[in-house]
């Protein structure tokens, strides 16, 4: 069976192309610049080299064309016809409390996934386009939607709920619903494999920390806390996100700066987190380098970013009465060997005894950088977000084959 994985954002679209016998990718690659003249399409086949086309590409119906053209081109195409693909798989950001698993796409989906605009109006509106898209070029093509906010309906209501009036609960279902659940269920399932011991009796604690980044307490093989709440602004320090502040801090810059809410909204969410301390950058590579060759702001924004993240992994001991292992994921838990000693050195009390060498290892597999006989363990694990989204299609697939 074959099956394409889209992410579809408002201006951009990822995919890969994935044989699901063997598990293995045929091509990948991305559209940006959707609705501009000058669209960029980067397609990777595997095993030949890489195509990069600038053209006009103004909506995601012509996007997936032009995608479809290339995996089916005659040159550098892996497929000999479209109608080869099998089905489609999406990623769709919030669920709402409507979808604790992913779905086929039917009327009722997608009538569910828009009234979810509200909540992730960011996200939600370009996953559709990307559905849609498909439907026009694909017409009948089975698809399925994979929900970030998924994994996380497991969470016990102490955890979900915000201590404010329950009305908001009620009428507007303001709540914590938590995101990137497809790489922290993903990451935990390979952390029991590589530990060797069922998911279900680990404590866990993922941190999947890239541009946007988040934990999550998993307790039983489920979500029972994570730091992203109602939206991904919640919890960690991010590269331009704030995480948790004061929400009276709000008012009082709309009040002091002459702000409109929507300008503070922007500032939380693209002008803050490591940009907004180091006043140099949001990648926590440049970070990293100007805080070696002496620069105090770089210094001070990565002595936060890991501060707080650390004491989010000491809440989440204390919220699971307990720890066997923590996990890094995401471009800066997987490659920042930095991170990981400078939060580990610090995590002795709880049982933490990183090997150094382990750490700062450079490789691309899972593996465990803590000593023999660490207490709790640590673990390094790339996530593959895609890889389940193609896997979770594939089973509804073939589920609704077995049914008819
Ligand atoms: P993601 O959102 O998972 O794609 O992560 C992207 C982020 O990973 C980038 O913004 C970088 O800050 C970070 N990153 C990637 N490679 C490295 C590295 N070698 N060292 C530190 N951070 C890195």
Redesign the pocket.
């Known amino acids: 069976m074959i099956v394409l994985v889209i992410n579809a954002g408002s201006s951009s679209l990822k995919f890969q192309l994935y044989e699901m016998r063997e598990e293995s990718v045929l091509a990948k690659g991305k559209v940006e610049r959707i609705g501009m003249d000058s669209a960029i399409l980067t397609y990777e086949p595997e095993g030949k080299p890489e195509i990069r086309e600038v053209s006009e590409i103004l909506e995601h119906t012509t996007a997936i064309k032009r995608v479809l053209a290339m995996l089916v081109h005659p040159q550098h195409g892996v497929l000999e016809s479209a109608a080869q693909i099998d089905a489609v798989g999406h990623r769709v950001v919030h669920g709402g409390e409507s979808f604790s698993s992913s779905v086929l796409v039917d009327d009722e989906v997608k009538r569910e996934i828009k009234r979810l605009f509200d909540l992730a109006p960011l996200h939600n509106p370009a996953h559709m386009l990307g559905i849609q898209a498909v439907e026009a070029n694909m017409p009948g093509k089975p698809q399925a939607v994979v929900f970030d906010t998924a994994f996380h309906q497991t969470m016990p209501e102490m955890s979900y709920l915000y201590p404010i009036p329950m009305v908001l609960y009620r009428k507007h279902k303001v709540r914590r619903y938590g995101f990137h659940g497809t790489s922290h269920a993903y990451v935990s399932e390979r952390a029991a494999a590589v530990l060797g011991r069922p998911l279900a009796e680990l404590k866990l604690i993922t941190c ?5 980044a988040s934990c999550t307490a998993i307790r039983d093989g489920r979500s029972f806390d994570t730091t992203m709440g109602m939206t991904p602004l919640e919890g960690l320090m991010m ?1 331009t996100r704030s995480g948790d502040i004061d929400p009276a801090i709000v008012p009082f810059t709309m009040d002091k700066e002459d702000l409109t809410l929507s300008e503070v909204n922007s500032m939380l969410n693209k002008h803050s987190g490591l940009m907004a301390i180091s006043g140099l950058s ?4 440049e ?2 380098q100007a805080m070696e060759s002496g620069d105090r702001s770089a210094a001070l924004a990565f002595q936060m970013y890991e501060y707080r993240l650390r004491k989010y992994i000491g809440a989440y001991a204390a919220a699971m009465n307990g720890l066997d292992a923590i996990v890094f994921t ?3 838990g ?3 060997a ?2 990981r000693a400078a939060v580990c050195r610090n995590l002795t009390f709880l049982g933490v005894e990183l090997d150094e060498e382990a750490n700062a290892r450079r490789s691309a597999d899972e593996r465990i950088i803590t000593a023999a006989g660490s207490r709790v363990q640590v673990l390094v694990i790339p ?1 593959n977000e895609e890889l389940v989204i193609a896997r979770d299609t594939y089973r509804l697939i073939l589920d609704r084959n077995h049914v008819e």
Request: proline share 0%; aromatic share 0%; no cysteine.
């Open positions: 999947h920390i890239g541009n946007g590269g949001s990648d926590m590579r970070i990293t995401a471009g800066v997987e490659n920042s930095a991170l996530t």
